[in-house]
Structures are given as structure tokens and as C-alpha cells.
């Protein structure tokens, strides 16, 4: 006589039970194709594209169709690029008013940037502009991304305006300017220099030292008198007044993205 209650090892549950716990693992996390989709990447077939392509990664791996992604813990990078997958994730540009700081918090009493947009969710500036410097400033609760941006090495392009005294700046002026300037940092990277009128210069650089165009137009005998930027890699808003602040849209959240991309296979050393 065979006893069937006294091992129970081998019993295979039933078949609804299977079903379900299969459905569960099949369910878990999300199509990678719709989130990339949800962040501005295109449609569907365009995300499809990108994914059978091997141009997105999770988790370091190259991606393959039909992969599920958990948006509160996996790593998703386009080209080498994160983009934030993650619920809750805010990405604001606003327009730096002068006398405004970049710190969360200032002991001299100061407005800061964090004042001027939402208190929830949380976020920070991406670099910094000094008190005296207007423009644009992109605040987010994104640290993958901010990190990228403001990298010094290999951060994406910075174009700003500069009011500058001493009238004319010469030719060779220019050229120094472009070529780098010896700082007591370093010497700087080139950079893009354009004069539109005298007295005015328009200069796109990718690094993010401290008070860096002030000091470059210093060292050429032009000191800044007004300073404003006016982009950040593909960012620009000129409808945008001072103290105003909007939301980025999913097709820049995609250009930024593409941008840091991009800056990081122009800047890094090769291996």
C-alpha cells in the first residue's frame, strides 16, 4: 500500500498555479522598448530599432528584444549615455536671475535657485553659475545624467555671452581665446570665440571650472562686465525671462541625453 501524504516532494502543483507563477515572471518589469519610448526615444518601432542595433544597454549588458527592465533599479544607457528610467524623475530649466545662488542653502541670506522651482521632489543644479551670472540653469533629482552634463572632462557644450570692457578685443586676443588660456588651474581647453560687436563675445566652452569665461576674458584684458548663458549642450529657451522656470520636454530629454553621449566619444582619451 503506497501512503501519499507522508512526501509531498515530488508533487507538482497544479496546473493554474503554474500558469499564474509563469505569468508573474513573464510580467515582471517593463517592455525596455516602451520605457525608452515613455522618455522621449520615439515610437515603439523607432525603440525596437535602437535596441536590435545593440545602442542600449541595462545593467552594463547589451540589451536584446523582449527585455523587461525594473525602473526603480536597473541602468539604462543609450550609446554609453544613461537616461533616467526612474519614477519621479523632474527636469527644470530656468532662467538664472543675477544675485540668485546656485547652493540649496546660502548663510548670507541669498535666494537660491532651489527656491524658485518646486519644493517636491528635490533637486539640484547641474554645475553652477556664480551669483553675478545669469542664464540657463537645468535642475534635476537625476544623478546620473547631472554627472554627466558637469563633467569637467568631458561635459557637453556650454555657450555663453559676455559683456566685456576695454573695448575691441583683437584678433590675436580671439585667437588666444580659442586656442587656451593659461590659468593658474591649468591651461584651458579650446574653445569657440566669436566677437558680434565690440565688446561683446560669444563663447561655447565644454569644461566646468569655477568662474572660468570671467577669468579667461581676465587674463586678456577684457574683464566681464555681464555674463549670461544662453545653452547647455542642445538646451536653449530664449522666450524664457529671468526667474521663469519650465519643465524640459521628452524630445530634450532625448537631445541631452544624445548630447552627453555624443561629448563623451568626442572628449575621452582614447584607451
Known amino acids: 500500500m503506497t501512503d501519499n501524504t507522508s512526501d509531498d516532494a515530488g508533487f507538482e502543483p497544479p496546473l493554474w498555479e503554474q500558469l499564474a507563477e509563469q505569468s508573474a515572471q513573464l510580467h515582471q518589469g517593463v517592455r525596455l522598448q516602451k520605457v525608452l519610448a515613455a522618455t522621449g526615444w520615439g515610437s515603439r518601432r523607432v525603440c525596437e530599432e535602437l535596441i536590435a542595433e545593440g545602442r542600449v544597454t541595462v545593467n552594463g549588458e547589451v540589451a536584446v528584444l523582449g527585455r523587461r527592465v525594473e525602473a526603480d533599479v536597473d541602468r539604462v544607457e543609450v550609446d554609453g549615455a544613461p537616461i533616467g528610467v526612474r519614477p519621479g524623475l523632474v527636469y527644470y530649466l530656468l532662467n538664472k536671475p543675477a544675485g540668485v545662488v546656485t547652493t540649496s542653502k546660502d548663510t548670507h541670506g541669498r535666494p537660491t535657485v532651489v527656491e524658485i522651482v518646486p519644493a517636491e521632489p528635490r533637486v539640484f543644479s ?105 545653452r547647455i549642450g542642445p538646451l536653449s529657451d530664449r522666450s524664457l525671462a529671468p526667474g521663469d522656470w519650465r519643465e524640459l520636454t521628452a524630445a530634450e530629454r532625448r537631445a541631452t541625453t544624445e548630447a552627453v553621449a555624443e561629448s563623451a566619444h568626442q572628449y575621452d582619451p582614447p584607451s
Open 126 to 230: 547641474v554645475g553652477r553659475l556664480d551669483a553675478d551670472t545669469e542664464g540657463l540653469l537645468l535642475l534635476t533629482n537625476d544623478g546620473d545624467l547631472a554627472n554627466r552634463i558637469a563633467h569637467p572632462s568631458h561635459g557637453v557644450e556650454k555657450e555663453y555671452l559676455a559683456e566685456v570692457s576695454g573695448g575691441a578685443v583683437s584678433a590675436g586676443q580671439l585667437r588666444q581665446l580659442r586656442e587656451g588660456i593659461e590659468l593658474e588651474d591649468g591651461i584651458t581647453a579650446p574653445a569657440k570665440v566669436s566677437q558680434p560687436e565690440t565688446g561683446l563675445l560669444r563663447l561655447t566652452i565644454h569644461e566646468g571650472r569655477n568662474r572660468q569665461v570671467r577669468r579667461m576674458c581676465d587674463a586678456v584684458g577684457h574683464p566681464v562686465t555681464r555674463l549670461v548663458r544662453t
